[in-house]
């Protein structure tokens, strides 16, 4: 059984930081993707970031690009989400999921491919 928890979030003024924490357990994550995605209210989830286990590949949508940088520890079995220049409009939850199966770029942005969900963090940026 895969779990999967997230931390980080919490309140914070336009313009500010917030480090977000995936930790993963249950399973060797090795061949897996760990992505992050968020829900605002009244609006559908929404993919933000991935990164592969192995390797250098990561991919973001166009609306964090540049300022949200997703990393791996594989030695902690963790995944973060580095945010920067917050706006009021990434205010949402935030959850990481992982998935098995192989993606590259945009194919990766797919949640129906994620087999495993966090329970979320609530990320709010005031303005």
């Known amino acids: 059984q895969v779990q999967l928890v997230e931390s980080g979030g919490g309140l914070v003024q336009a313009g500010g930081s917030l480090r977000l924490s995936c930790a993963a357990s249950g399973r060797s994550f090795s061949t897996y993707y760990m992505g992050w995605f968020r829900q605002a209210p009244g609006k559908e989830r929404e993919f933000v970031a991935v990164?592969?286990?192995?390797?250098?590949?990561?991919y973001y949508a166009d609306s964090v690009k540049g300022r949200f940088t997703i990393s791996r520890d594989n030695a902690k079995n963790s995944v973060y989400l580095q945010m920067n220049s917050l706006k009021p409009e990434d205010t949402a939850v935030y959850y990481c999921?992982?998935?098995?199966?192989?993606?590259?770029?945009?194919?990766?942005?797919?949640?129906?491919?994620?087999?495993?969900w966090g329970q979320g963090t609530q990320v709010t940026v005031s303005s």
């Open positions: 999921a992982t998935r098995a199966s192989y993606c590259s770029g945009y194919g990766c942005s797919d949640s129906n491919e994620y087999n495993y």
């Open positions: 990164v592969r286990w192995i390797g250098s590949m990561t």
